[in-house]
DNA sequence: TCGCTTTAGTTAATAGTGTTAACTAAATAA
DNA sequence: TTATTTAGTTAACACTATTAACTAAAGCGA
């Protein structure tokens, strides 16, 4: 049945990796149908034989920077056993991800994930299991566990968030603000952890 | 000197106007020199008399939510004395702005303010105040001061960013993890403080 | 080998965005 | 009244995304 590939021909992935070097090179309003087909030196309505359109130009690309960014989380922390030391260092990583790839993760944290798909909701469970896995958060019951990962996931993307808005001018140097942050989050996720069992045991 | 006024023609605030009942139709999307110019029933070169293009008309409507939605947070903090009650409320006034006007939340919250405008730098210097002012940070050195308003402002950012993202689908009550988030910040905003006279007193 | 089918890419066209320039008409100030 | 100012217009241009129709090359089966 005709043709099926060939070598030198586009495929998706190209397609993705291309508009990955127009966002680093220009920054989030780089991920369009046009500026990436003329990254890859086609026309733009060409693209639309790989991805389907700017949607799934950048469904695509958030699934393909979402990846990267938990790999490189996972990684930082392998082998890791203490517990603060553990949360400590994946935070460093997603800052550390944020600030080197500002464009990506702004197209990351941007953009709507839907629970309802598949493919997006698997990236949403890993995401949700690295800080957890990261805070060792085992025997707590349910509610208990979702209020610490939504304060900590909170805490965490806001103040990158607010980092690249460029709203941290202050004299005070955001790394020393950072440190303090995550420390105080785990007094504050004890102190969660501690009111709930005292309310449980009443 | 010709025509200064003229009592049915257009004034800025007209456009600031229908610019926010275009977002609070359909969302930031909906802030554009062309929507905003059918909203009024005028073509959209027209725009241009009364602001700088989109850019112009982007700021304008900005500067103009973030007033709003002080004055919303601070009058509902107005007459407080308990400063846990002051934080509480306030932070539940900001999450009412966010959940009244989802979309002019989004404006607000992803433009980018330049310290370097001062109109713009007014504005950070109310919003940064707010918060420091209910938690009655006054006898503190600048350092832990900042640290703490920077872990409050992305925390409560963070959560009313996460909670307009949808992503907070999981059976557990938000309004709850709210407030055991507000209750988790106070502990550790305590635990900023005492650590911070330890080391000064080494 | 010859053709048939598939497909990556093209051009052309439509609809939407933001923006500038040139013009019109009305209102005011002199 | 006359001159000036200005809110609005139309026309045009440069973008964006997108669809439809076409081209040409690659592979499959005969």
Redesign the interface.
Known sequence: MGRPKKEDSLAQQDVINAALVCIDKEGEAALGVNRVARELGIKPPAIYKHVNGKAGLRKAVVLNIWNDYLQCCQGAVEGIADTAALFHTGAQAARSYAQNYPGRYAVMM?Y????TDSEEAVI?QRSLRFFQQALQLDGLS??VL??CM??V???????L??EQ????????S?D??YE??L???L???A??KK?AEENSTL
């Open positions: 941007q709507q994930m839907r629970p949403i349910e509610a979702i209020d939504r304060m996931n909170a805490s965490i993307y806001g103040f968030n607010r808005m460029e709203l941290m001018t202050l004299s005070r955001s020393a603000s303090v942050m420390d105080a989050l007094v504050a996720i102190h969660i009111t």
